[in-house]
């Protein structure tokens, strides 16, 4: 067999086990996300995820839940989930990690309303092994936060996850820091919120310049503003 051939014939096989391998990750992937969805209950996402039949389903719907991390200012960390299983993957051929999957779950479920799911999602994927990126935690915590006043817990696991963050390394963004921030200041007095500033300062976090760095002083005012305003806003929708 001349050298041209026997190139030839390597390059095909190579091509073969390549897609092989490929279609091995895809099944991988394709059973982390049913071990992800498993235990949703909810009817409404129930049928989102019965339309995500196979990796290219999937694929699909990472893609569009990158696109509204985009819009919504998340690009960097996004980029960060998403990024290939590996250093030799290329962008076109990478296969979505584990924590993508899940935090595409979880993203579906804080999408259609359904906080308690999302949050059930994160500690299934917890109890899995598998860590979350600072994206996954920055969803969490600005939907928890945002969400505070539905759940008296929500505040807590906000908190949590934004110290968590600063002891794995990982920076917050300013969004993150004000919505729970705003939370403190809807439902707690300001003792926890210089409780909260103190715990975030002592692990290395401030604020970005466009994000006020409250003193006390400023704290109460702003709190006691936020406060009014929310109390105003349940005032008028109670009368709707």
């Not at 339309?51 to 960060?80: G, H, P, Q, T």
Request: hydrophobic share 40%; proline share 3%; aromatic share 10%.
């Amino acid at each position: 067999m001349k050298v041209k051939e026997l190139t030839i014939k390597a390059m095909a096989e190579s091509k073969v086990k390549s897609n092989s391998c490929a279609d091995d990750l895809e099944k991988r992937v394709m059973k982390v996300f049913k071990e992800a969805t498993k235990d949703c209950e909810d009817k409404e996402v129930k049928e989102i995820f019965d339309m995500i039949r196979n990796y290219d389903d999937l694929n699909k719907y990472a893609i569009s839940v990158f696109n509204s991390m985009a819009n919504d200012k998340f690009i960097e960390v996004a980029r960060e989930l998403f990024k290939p299983r590996s250093e030799s993957e290329s962008e076109s051929a990478a296969i979505l990690p584990d924590v993508a999957i899940y935090t595409v779950v979880i993203w579906a479920c804080i999408s259609a309303g359904k906080i308690m799911a999302a949050h059930k999602v994160y500690h299934h994927m917890i109890a899995n092994g598998v860590a979350p990126t600072s994206c996954t935690y920055i969803i969490l915590i600005n939907t928890l936060a945002t969400n505070s006043s539905s759940d008296v817990n929500f505040i807590g696991y906000a908190k949590k996850y934004f110290l968590e963050m600063l002891d794995k390394g990982m920076m917050p963004i300013s969004s993150s820091y004000m919505a729970v921030f705003k939370a403190i200041a809807r439902q707690e007095p300001v003792e926890k919120a210089r409780e909260f500033l103190e715990q975030i300062q002592t692990k290395g976090f401030s604020p970005k310049l466009d994000v006020p760095h409250f003193d006390v002083a400023y704290m109460e005012e702003a709190m006691n503003a936020l406060k009014m305003s929310y109390e105003g806003f349940q005032g008028s929708h109670q009368r709707l």
